[in-house]
Nanobody, 124 residues
Framework: QVQLVESGGGLVQSGGSLRLSCAAS????????MGWFRQAPGKEREFVAA????????YYADSVKGRFTISRDNAKSTVYLQMNSLKPEDTAVYYC?????????????????WGKGTLITVSS
């Protein structure tokens, strides 16, 4: 079992920055590829970013490429999402995800564990 706890959400103005953290506990953190997903009101949960077990490979949705950066610290069992140049359309609940799948891209179908989410609101 893996427990994931997100933090760092809040209200930010358009163009601003936020950094999300997801602390993991339970099984060996480095055994999991990690990802971030988001869900806006009335919409499906969508992929945002993912990082492989070693941290060497990263993956991004086109909508956030160049603005968001995913990273991980295996010694601290934590994954981060640095979000810059935020837009009102980035407003959503952001979820941390862990996958034991061999692919590092964390497809939604391969997610084994979810965090409870943290709300990001970007005002215009």
């Amino acid at each position: 079992q893996v427990q994931l706890v997100e933090s760092g959400g809040g209200l930010v103005q358009s163009g601003g920055s936020l950094r999300l953290s997801c602390a993991a506990s339970g099984r060996t953190f480095s055994s999991y590829a990690m990802g971030w997903f988001r869900q806006a009101p009335g919409k499906e949960r969508e992929f945002v970013a993912a990082i492989s077990r070693s941290g060497i490979s990263t993956y991004y949705a086109d909508s956030v490429k160049g603005r968001f950066t995913i990273s991980r610290d295996n010694a601290k069992s934590t994954v981060y999402l640095q979000m810059n140049s935020l837009k009102p359309e980035d407003t959503a609940v952001y979820y941390c995800a862990a996958s034991s799948s061999r692919t590092g891209s964390v497809p939604r179908r391969d997610v084994d564990y979810w965090g409870k989410g943290t709300l990001i609101t970007v005002s215009s």
